[in-house]
């Protein structure tokens, strides 16, 4: 067992259940033991060894002031670093640790990204547990933000709205109740969703009591009770997170003024895949260009561009707050003058928000509160390029309303009388603070350069004084102040000189006046430290009293950036401003998908989907532009949903409650998962998702299987979303076979994507028209690919016959292989066997045993009666074409005459008979 000091350690480190300990031992963090091989391995630390009473421990170590940086990038990495502090005892000094710092409570981040920490509960978790919890599948999350002090709080329906919303915020951070914690599947599913981390807290913390009162204290009992968070599962793990931030001692409780609650209603369901699908804020690929978020980003402020990224995922329901906004828009976009001058303006403003849990936490420095001092002193500036040009009385000024202007100008008023233009970085060594600021300190400084004067002039006179000529006065820290005197002159000192050293060249002196002096500005710098640390530590606080009025300013200037951002992209691209209505519909002239179009000559299509026409059904050629199509429909109903332009000519858009769609994702199989499956679920969940209000976007179902697995499923997903869900869809296949759908049920309708065929090369027009495809293009494709002709010819063959539900005959391999069959189809040698795919079983079954092809063989083309001429696999090895199969001349004749029978005009007894004439002439031929 260690003791001294690394026992002290060990036992601090078994208190906590962080990954990581620092403990402070004098003007340094130390790591030791496992910790001290772990941050020398992740940071590059030199590792030394510590003797303990006969033992020796690996220690690392960082001096005080440069601790953050390490913190920060163990935290980065994913660990929990707790951080233990010295404090000054009677006896001595003890340790102890005095925060946590985790994903979610980091507050020094590199990025200007919101970093969310997140706590889930499930319904049945914690105390009290309803037995009705078991079945039903509520979540309740909350959602800190403790670098802006953002809180939000809902409730999730079900498993896939919980991935939803925690795919949406991303949290660095994810807090599970004690229900959650133990359900490995959905725990493995937030992982794999999600790039924070999952920590265990004290599940007392989600118990109902508890956590009530937590947010109560928090946010004031009438504020908790009003903001309409009457779900108990929202308000438990809204208390977890408070406890998390309080427990960890990130300090910024303070700065978490309010609490927002979100409910079903308010925000378009966008799932997790469907996010991923549209690449909204990542392409499919992982990176962040080419996303729409970033194609549309202008913003100029950190703030701005976190709201714009929130109003990009979370598009909003209510037509009213979108045609505010719409409003203001357009006002921005028309206005290019004045909105360059807002922005011009909104780019020198800091991130308020963060300012604000800065100041809260205690971490601001003079400089930070600098940044909140011309931050606000850009107030004046914002609302005059508002209200002072051809913004004033637009939709824009609302957005100003509200703004406690007064309070704003009183604060920066104190902070431009208190701060001193260049300070310090260290807060205790004086300053940090103006002149005229405070008396007392005037006072100090006063005598503080006075004495420091008595100093610098010292030297001065002592060689008047004693005709002395090498003389110097200094400082350093083991000697104090003293008096520098030339080895030559060393003996003409006065006698009041005190030697205390001597160098090669020269003897150092004091005097009782000058140790005197000395203790003095020593006291003086104490006391002036002493007292601009605590003048500043005031003005820090009234600061974080103000957090409230720091995050308005601030949620003002995210919001006129955001804004400006939308209008300067609608003004730079020709994009129009959606007419957003309550019908079912949406109807674009000229759209655009708003991505694509920044790299491409694109060419722009109309849609229409409205109550007769509800349902798309999408053909055309691989590479046709079938996805972009239909992913630009999607887009242009999420921007207008977002409160933006849209890439169009002209454009209505009926609001829906939800977008969904399923795309063939090539990274699931990378992922190597069932991609079947994954495709299944997926469509399950948009058919038990979707409403009459949803728009659906399907980009092929069920390719993953058999091709009439394949085209019944897709087949009964159609008649199910337009008979019953009715959602407004759009279906792109390549199941040709769908498109007979528009002919039997009525709002279904085709549409394709047109390709000019001539002299057997495709050129893609890019333009949607009605109607179907007149052939499928998959083959063309593998031309195009390469694949060698024969190959080709045959599987146009092949097609034809399956597309007839005829037989095909199926070629037996020839000797030798590829190379001596040369690839020709008519090569000698190989067996051929006629085969039926067979509709039931969806696969291929060879002629021994076709007897279902023989039920159904109705076929009026008489070559492909199976039962005549298919009976046993042709011997005689020439692989002919299913239409050069020879049939024998008596049985054509007989059938020729069979088809030439006028029934109507022949007598019963007549046809008898020569049916049965028939029947002996075949029966001869066998
Ligand atoms: P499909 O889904 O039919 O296989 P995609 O939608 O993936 O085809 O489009 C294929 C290519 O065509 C993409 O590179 C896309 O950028 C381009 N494209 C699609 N639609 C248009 C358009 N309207 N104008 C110009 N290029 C387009």
């Given at each position: 067992?260690?003791?001294?000091?690394?026992?002290?350690?060990?036992?601090?480190?078994?208190?906590?259940?962080?990954?990581?300990?620092?403990?402070?031992?004098?003007?340094?963090?130390?790591?030791?033991?496992?910790?001290?091989?772990?941050?020398?391995?992740?940071?590059?630390?030199?590792?030394?060894?510590?003797?303990?009473?006969?033992?020796?421990?690996?220690?690392?170590?960082?001096?005080?002031?440069?601790?953050?940086?390490?913190?920060?990038?163990?935290?980065?990495?994913?660990?929990?670093?707790?951080?233990?502090?010295?404090?000054?005892?009677?006896?001595?000094?003890?340790?102890?640790?005095?925060?946590?710092?985790?994903?979610?409570?980091?507050?020094?981040?590199?990025?200007?990204?919101?970093?969310?920490?997140?706590?889930?509960?499930?319904?049945?978790?914690?105390?009290?547990?309803?037995?009705?919890?078991?079945?039903?599948?509520?979540?309740?999350?909350?959602?800190?933000?403790?670098?802006?002090?953002?809180?939000?709080?809902?409730?999730?329906?079900?498993?896939?709205?919980?991935?939803?919303?925690?795919?949406?915020?991303?949290?660095?951070?994810?807090?599970?109740?004690?229900?959650?914690?133990?359900?490995?599947?959905?725990?493995?599913?937030?992982?794999?969703?999600?790039?924070?981390?999952?920590?265990?807290?004290?599940?007392?913390?989600?118990?109902?009591?508890?956590?009530?009162?937590?947010?109560?204290?928090?946010?004031?009992?009438?504020?908790?009770?009003?903001?309409?968070?009457?779900?108990?599962?929202?308000?438990?793990?809204?208390?977890?997170?408070?406890?998390?931030?309080?427990?960890?001692?990130?300090?910024?409780?303070?700065?978490?003024?309010?609490?927002?609650?979100?409910?079903?209603?308010?925000?378009?369901?966008?799932?997790?895949?469907?996010?991923?699908?549209?690449?909204?804020?990542?392409?499919?690929?992982?990176?962040?260009?080419?996303?729409?978020?970033?194609?549309?980003?202008?913003?100029?402020?950190?703030?701005?561009?976190?709201?714009?990224?929130?109003?990009?995922?979370?598009?909003?329901?209510?037509?009213?707050?979108?045609?505010?906004?719409?409003?203001?828009?357009?006002?921005?976009?028309?206005?290019?003058?004045?909105?360059?001058?807002?922005?011009?303006?909104?780019?020198?403003?800091?991130?308020?928000?963060?300012?604000?849990?800065?100041?809260?936490?205690?971490?601001?420095?003079?400089?930070?509160?600098?940044?909140?001092?011309?931050?606000?002193?850009?107030?004046?500036?914002?609302?005059?390029?508002?209200?002072?040009?051809?913004?004033?009385?637009?939709?824009?000024?609302?957005?100003?309303?509200?703004?406690?202007?007064?309070?704003?100008?009183?604060?920066?008023?104190?902070?431009?009388?208190?701060?001193?233009?260049?300070?310090?970085?260290?807060?205790?060594?004086?300053?940090?603070?103006?002149?005229?600021?405070?008396?007392?300190?005037?006072?100090?400084?006063?005598?503080?350069?006075?004495?420091?004067?008595?100093?610098?002039?010292?030297?001065?006179?002592?060689?008047?004084?004693?005709?002395?000529?090498?003389?110097?006065?200094?400082?350093?820290?083991?000697?104090?102040?003293?008096?520098?005197?030339?080895?030559?002159?060393?003996?003409?000192?006065?006698?009041?000189?005190?030697?205390?050293?001597?160098?090669?060249?020269?003897?150092?002196?004091?005097?009782?006046?000058?140790?005197?002096?000395?203790?003095?500005?020593?006291?003086?710098?104490?006391?002036?430290?002493?007292?601009?640390?605590?003048?500043?530590?005031?003005?820090?606080?009234?600061?974080?009293?103000?957090?409230?009025?720091?995050?308005?300013?601030?949620?003002?200037?995210?919001?006129?950036?955001?804004?400006?951002?939308?209008?300067?992209?609608?003004?730079?691209?020709?994009?129009?401003?959606?007419?957003?209505?309550?019908?079912?519909?949406?109807?674009?002239?000229?759209?655009?998908?708003?991505?694509?179009?920044?790299?491409?000559?694109?060419v722009?299509n109309?849609?229409?989907?409205?109550?007769?026409?509800?349902?798309l059904i999408v053909t055309g050629p691989n590479m046709s532009g079938k996805s972009t199509y239909m992913?630009q429909?999607?887009?242009?109903?999420?921007?207008?949903?977002?409160?933006?332009?849209?890439?169009?000519?002209?454009?209505?858009?009926?609001?829906?409650?939800?977008?969904?769609?399923?795309?063939?994702?090539?990274?699931?199989?990378?992922?190597?998962?069932?991609?079947?499956?994954?495709?299944?679920?997926?469509?399950?969940?948009?058919?038990?998702?979707?409403?009459?209000?949803?728009?659906?976007?399907?980009?092929?179902?069920?390719?993953?299987?058999?091709?009439?697995?394949?085209?019944?499923?897709?087949?009964?997903?159609?008649?199910?979303?337009?008979?019953?869900?009715?959602?407004?869809?759009?279906?792109a296949?390549?199941?040709?076979?769908?498109?007979?759908?528009?002919?039997?049920?009525?709002?279904?309708?085709n549409v394709h994507v047109a390709v000019d065929?001539?002299?057997?090369?495709v050129t893609f027009l890019r333009t949607v028209r009605d109607g179907p495809t007149?052939?499928?293009y998959?083959?063309?494709?593998?031309?195009?690919?390469?694949?060698?002709?024969?190959?080709?010819?045959?599987?146009?063959?092949?097609?034809?016959?399956?597309?007839?539900?005829?037989?095909?005959?199926?070629?037996?391999?020839?000797?030798?292989?590829?190379?001596?069959?040369?690839?020709?189809?008519?090569?000698?040698?190989?067996?051929?066997?006629?085969?039926?795919?067979?509709?039931?079983?969806?696969?291929?079954?060879?002629?021994?045993?076709?007897?279902?092809?023989?039920?159904?063989?109705?076929?009026?083309?008489?070559?492909?009666?199976?039962?005549?001429?298919?009976?046993?696999?042709?011997?005689?090895?020439?692989?002919?074409?299913?239409?050069?199969?020879?049939?024998?001349?008596?049985?054509?004749?007989?059938?020729?005459?069979?088809?030439?029978?006028?029934?109507?005009?022949?007598?019963?007894?007549?046809?008898?008979?020569?049916?049965?004439?028939?029947?002996?002439?075949?029966?001869?031929?066998?």
């Open positions: 067992m260690a003791t001294g000091i690394v026992g002290e350690f060990l036992d601090l480190k078994a208190e906590t259940d962080a990954d990581v300990l620092a403990m402070q031992c004098g003007d340094f963090y130390e790591f030791f033991a496992d910790d001290a091989e772990l941050v020398a391995d992740e940071l590059d630390l030199t590792v030394s060894q510590k003797s303990s009473h006969g033992s020796s421990y690996p220690m690392a170590g960082v001096p005080l002031s440069e601790l953050t940086p390490y913190v920060k990038a163990l935290v980065e990495r994913g660990y929990r670093v707790a951080v233990a502090d010295q404090y000054e005892t009677d006896d001595g000094h003890a340790r102890e640790i005095t925060r946590v710092v985790t994903p979610g409570t980091l507050l020094e981040t590199a990025d200007d990204d919101a970093r969310y920490l997140a706590a889930v509960v499930r319904e049945g978790d914690g105390g009290g547990a309803s037995a009705a919890g078991e079945a039903s599948g509520s979540y309740g999350l909350a959602l800190a933000d403790v670098t802006t002090g953002r809180f939000l709080v809902t409730e999730a329906g079900d498993e896939s709205d919980l991935r939803a919303e925690l795919y949406r915020f991303d949290p660095a951070e994810v807090l599970p109740g004690p229900r959650v914690r133990n359900d490995d599947r959905l725990l493995g599913a937030v992982r794999e969703d999600l790039s924070g981390s999952v920590s265990v807290f004290d599940a007392e913390a989600f118990a109902p009591g508890r956590a009530k009162h937590a947010v109560r204290e928090q946010f004031g009992r009438e504020t908790a009770d009003s903001v309409g968070v009457d779900s108990d599962l929202a308000l438990r793990a809204a208390g977890a997170v408070l406890g998390y931030v309080a427990e960890t001692g990130a300090g910024v409780l303070a700065s978490m003024t309010r609490l927002t609650a979100y409910g079903d209603g308010d925000h378009v369901d966008v799932d997790a895949t469907t996010q991923r699908n549209l690449e909204l804020t990542e392409t499919m690929r992982g990176d962040g260009e080419g996303s729409l978020f970033e194609t549309i980003d202008h913003t100029v402020t950190a703030a701005g561009g976190r709201l714009l990224r929130e109003w990009v995922t979370r598009p909003r329901r209510d037509r009213a707050a979108l045609d505010r906004r719409l409003d203001a828009v357009e006002a921005l976009a028309a206005a290019a003058l004045a909105r360059d001058r807002l922005r011009e303006t909104l780019g020198e403003a800091y991130d308020l928000e963060r300012l604000a849990a800065r100041a809260t936490s205690g971490s601001a420095g003079a400089r930070e509160l600098l940044s909140v001092r011309d931050t606000l002193a850009l107030v004046p500036a914002m609302l005059d390029a508002v209200e002072g040009t051809a913004l004033a009385d637009s939709p824009v000024a609302a957005v100003l309303e509200g703004l406690d202007r007064d309070r704003a100008r009183a604060l920066h008023g104190e902070l431009a009388d208190a701060l001193a233009d260049d300070p310090p970085k260290a807060k205790t060594q004086g300053g940090l603070l103006r002149k005229g600021y405070d008396d007392e300190l005037d006072g100090l400084i006063a005598s503080h350069e006075e004495a420091s004067e008595w100093l610098d002039t010292l030297a001065e006179r002592e060689k008047r004084q004693y005709g002395l000529s090498h003389v110097t006065v200094d400082r350093n820290k083991t000697d104090g102040y003293y008096i520098q005197v030339g080895k030559s002159v060393a003996d003409q000192v006065p006698e009041h000189y005190r030697e205390i050293k001597t160098l090669k060249n020269s003897k150092r002196f004091v005097t009782d006046e000058l140790a005197e002096r000395e203790r003095e500005v020593l006291r003086l710098e104490e006391a002036r430290g002493e007292l601009e640390y605590e003048l500043f530590e005031e003005l820090r606080e009234r600061v974080a009293d103000d957090a409230e009025l720091l995050q308005d300013v601030g949620r003002v200037v995210a919001e006129m950036d955001a804004l400006a951002s939308l209008a300067t992209h609608a003004a730079g691209n020709d994009w129009t401003r959606p007419e957003l209505t309550d019908e079912r519909r949406l109807d674009v002239e000229a759209g655009r998908h708003p991505v694509v179009e920044r790299t491409t000559d694109f722009p109309d849609l229409r989907l409205d109550a007769e026409r509800g349902f992913r429909a999607a887009l242009i109903q999420l921007l207008a949903q977002a409160g933006s332009f849209v890439p169009a000519r002209a454009a209505t858009v009926g609001l829906v409650d939800g977008i969904y769609t399923r795309v063939g994702a090539l990274d699931e199989l990378a992922q190597g998962r069932s991609t079947f499956m994954v495709e299944m679920q997926e469509l399950s969940n948009i058919l038990h998702s979707a409403s009459a209000d949803s728009l659906v976007i399907l980009d092929e179902v069920g390719r993953g299987t058999a091709t009439y697995d394949g085209i019944s499923i897709a087949w009964a997903a159609t008649e199910y979303l337009h008979n019953e869900v009715r959602a407004r869809t759009l279906f296949t390549h199941y040709h076979e769908l498109t007979t759908l528009a002919d039997h049920l009525p709002r279904v309708a065929e001539r002299d057997g090369e007149n052939r499928s998959g083959v063309h494709v593998a031309d195009l690919a390469g694949v060698p002709a024969p190959v080709v010819s045959r599987a146009d063959e092949v097609l034809d016959r399956l597309r007839e539900e005829k037989a095909i005959e199926a070629r037996g391999s020839r000797s030798g292989g590829r190379e001596a069959g040369g690839g020709g189809a008519d090569g000698a040698g190989g067996g051929t066997e006629q085969v039926v795919f067979d509709l039931s079983s969806g696969s291929f079954a060879g002629d021994g045993d076709a007897g279902p092809a023989e039920a159904d063989g109705e076929g009026t083309d008489p070559t492909d009666g199976p039962s005549r001429t298919g009976g046993e696999p042709t011997t005689d090895g020439v692989a002919a074409s299913p239409e050069a199969e020879p049939l024998d001349p008596e049985t054509r004749a007989v059938l020729d005459e069979l088809s030439d029978v006028d029934v109507a005009a022949t007598a019963p007894v007549e046809l008898l008979a020569r049916v049965q004439e028939w029947q002996e002439r075949l029966d001869g031929d066998r």
